[in-house]
């Protein structure tokens, strides 16, 4: 019996801009970080941030736990962590997910690989170029919006959580700890002066310790 091969989507790809009309509901700000939400092992995963410095996909191990995933499931990492004082981050290991960006019923899922990280953060996941990459996703800060293609061609809007950014910002001045990201090679000059870029745009990720929940719906958010 032949099978016939399913043609790929040929949907063309939209184009990405902000026009004003994506001010109306954004609230006075001065430089808020990038927050949002997706959705990921059934569960809606909020206080995620968007750092387009970052070359890694982070989640944080709180987060793993509250998820209920297993440890079985991660997969060896060769790179480290190192913390903003002489303490080294735990690298669990790192595995794929497959993650949801909705905007009311648009939506647009991907594999996404984490590196799951035992630190502290005011973050659930941190979301790099390598995500934003493969989503096609374009973010604007002034605009509090991130953009990206459906997989019929449509534009899906994801507003930024304003209230979520400045609570994880209060909650980051109540620590000294975080951790910044370091290739899994040997670091020339160029090298250390982008690890130290990273660790000055991800320090606002530290300081919030999660708790871990009870069993719940797959409904339920975190």
């Given at each position: 019996m032949a099978v016939e091969a399913r043609e790929p989507d040929q949907s063309?790809?939209?184009?990405?801009?902000?026009?004003k009309a994506d001010l109306q509901d954004v609230i006075l700000h001065d430089n808020d970080l990038v927050v949002i939400l997706v959705v990921t092992v059934g569960?809606?995963?909020h206080r995620v941030l968007v750092d387009q410095g970052s070359s890694e996909d982070v989640m944080f191990w709180?987060?793993?736990?509250?998820?209920?995933?297993?440890?079985?499931?991660?997969?060896?990492?060769n790179g480290f962590l190192y913390g903003f004082t002489e303490n080294q981050a735990e690298?669990?290991?790192?595995?794929?997910?497959?993650?949801?960006?909705?905007?009311?019923?648009?939506?647009?899922?991907?594999?996404?690989r984490y590196l799951v990280v035992n630190a502290p953060s005011a973050y659930n996941i941190l979301l790099g170029r390598p995500a934003l990459n493969r989503i096609g996703a374009v973010a604007s800060t002034r605009h509090m919006k991130i953009k990206?293609?459906?997989l019929e061609g449509a534009v899906i809007t994801i507003k930024f959580d304003q209230k979520a950014t400045k609570k994880c910002y209060e909650n980051s001045l109540n620590t000294k700890r975080g951790?910044?990201?370091?290739?899994n090679h040997p670091q020339d000059g160029e090298g250390v002066a982008r690890a130290e870029m990273a660790r000055e745009r991800i320090q606002a990720c530290r300081g919030w310790k999660g708790r871990s929940g009870e069993r719940s719906s797959n409904s339920a958010s975190l």
């Open positions: 063309p790809e939209p184009d990405l801009y902000f026009t569960r809606r995963v709180s987060t793993f736990n509250k998820l209920q995933l297993s440890p079985d499931q991660l997969r060896p990492y690298v669990r290991g790192h595995m794929e997910l497959r993650t949801t960006f909705i905007d009311g019923a648009t939506s647009q899922t991907v594999n996404i990206l293609p459906s951790v910044c990201l370091v290739p």
